[in-house]
């Protein structure tokens, strides 16, 4: 009888194993896919995004409207993926926070510039961020003009 919660734990893992390896397979791949799109992108993040008080314009902004409100969806749907993505890597494998405020810097909200300024302030955040810069050969973020 000491020995059931560890029998309950092996009958898990055998009624489940199919889903068990592949949460394992989506764990490995998010972990490996944020070591390499993560730096790629926060090292294209202009060094003065987070300088002005005003959110700058789409670079899209002056095209056609299907055009503009076509990237505009898709923009944000990659935003909610990062976001999904930088959830799960709380508790799996991966570069949780920095990937949730890549997913922000996708998304277009009401507040989203203030909160993006919040967010990457947060000392381990801006820690990861500067160092990625300063890995790839790209100045530190500037946050106030002056």
Do not use: C
């Not at 009624?15 to 592949?22: F, G, R, S």
């Not at 949460?23 to 995004?49: E, H, K, N, Q």
């Not at 990062?82 to 810097?105: E, H, K, R, S």
């Not at 510039?113 to 000392?123: A, G, K, S």
């Amino acid at each position: 009888m000491h020995n059931l919660p560890s029998f309950e734990f092996l009958d898990f893992i055998s009624k489940n194993e199919t889903a068990l390896l592949i949460l394992g397979a989506v764990s490995l791949v998010t972990f490996f896919g944020s070591l390499l799109v993560i730096p790629w992108i926060v090292v294209r993040i202009p060094v003065d995004y987070f300088a002005e008080e005003e959110r700058h314009l789409l670079p899209w902004a002056n095209q056609h409207p299907i055009v503009r409100w076509f990237l505009l969806i898709l923009k944000n749907l990659v935003g909610v993926v990062f976001i999904l993505l930088g959830i799960a890597m709380l508790f799996i494998p991966g570069q949780g926070l920095l990937t949730i405020l890549i997913g922000i810097l996708f998304l277009n909200f009401p507040g989203k510039y203030r909160l993006e300024r919040q967010f990457i302030q947060l000392r381990p955040v801006r820690r990861s961020v500067e160092w990625l810069r300063h890995r790839g050969g790209r100045e530190p973020l500037i946050f106030k003009k002056d």
